[in-house]
């Protein structure tokens, strides 16, 4: 049995790091390479750090950044914002990002998925998808809709097809993030996580909601996710990654227990 993982992500904004709730009340709370470096240090299994104004903005995400974050931190590194060619993708990877995550240029223009598993590797592209709960219709008969520029912008895509198309197209990974849970810390949307993850073969990522060592213990179970993803419940230091670790690990959970 291959082990979870612990992922821990770090939202970006101006070079600060930030946190938000639904994807809206955003506000600046630390330095994001310095909180990746204690994060590593605590045992998380992977850092993801998204630049959340990139695409909506119109603006490359900044390599800077990228580099300095790469050279304080040694498990993988995931980037993503912004990233709307090849070239953007190789030059995060040049950077020191192990993978880069689309999402609203993948939307836009889905070939993008295929172009950049094939210069970089399936293995290093992930499809980030920010969802939301809709009435289901004959358009999006899942009942989850995929939004786009930072959870402003919906789409009409239904996420389950959009989930599949994303692994058809090349991609190595999913990131299935909820904006109903986004923040709330009342747990993942496991019923999303859980229909995405049955319907394809590849890892998926469950994001948005968690807010106890409880919460990723469903979403790794009942949701059948890869690995889970936390962002508000390390932030303000109410648990540590080696506590939440610690804890799955003590339910049964097979983790990688690095510290």
Request: with cysteine; charged share 25%.
């Amino acid at each position: 049995m291959l082990s979870k993982r612990l992922v821990v992500c770090l939202d970006v904004r101006g070079g600060k790091l930030a946190k938000s709730i639904r994807f809206a009340d955003t506000k600046d709370i630390g330095d994001p390479v310095a909180r990746a470096r204690q994060y590593y240090e605590d045992g998380a299994d992977e850092i993801v750090f998204y630049d959340i104004t990139a695409s909506r903005e119109n603006r490359d995400i900044m390599i800077e950044f990228v580099e300095k974050a790469a050279s304080q931190i040694f498990i993988p590194f995931s980037v993503g914002g912004g990233i709307r060619s090849v070239e953007d993708a190789t030059k995060l990877r040049n950077a020191g990002a192990e993978k880069v995550n689309v999402n609203t240029a993948a939307v836009l223009r889905k070939e993008l998925i295929t172009e950049i598993a094939d210069a970089i590797g399936s293995q290093s592209t992930v499809l980030s998808m920010d969802i939301r709960r809709v009435s289901p219709t004959e358009k999006i008969p899942s009942g989850y809709e995929i939004v786009v520029n930072g959870g402003i912008a919906p789409m009409g895509i239904d996420a389950l097809w959009w989930a599949k198309e994303g692994e058809r197209l090349g991609a190595g990974e999913l990131v299935v993030n909820s904006i109903d849970a986004d923040g709330t810390r009342d747990n993942y949307e496991i019923k999303l996580t859980r229909m995405i993850a049955e319907s394809v073969g590849i890892p998926v990522i469950a994001s948005g909601g968690a807010g106890k060592p409880e919460h990723l213990y469903d979403v790794l179970t009942e949701g059948r996710a890869d690995a889970a993803l936390v962002a508000s419940i390390v932030h303000y230091g109410e648990y540590t990654c080696r506590q939440l670790k610690e804890y799955l690990h003590g339910r049964g959970i097979k983790m990688r227990m690095n510290f």
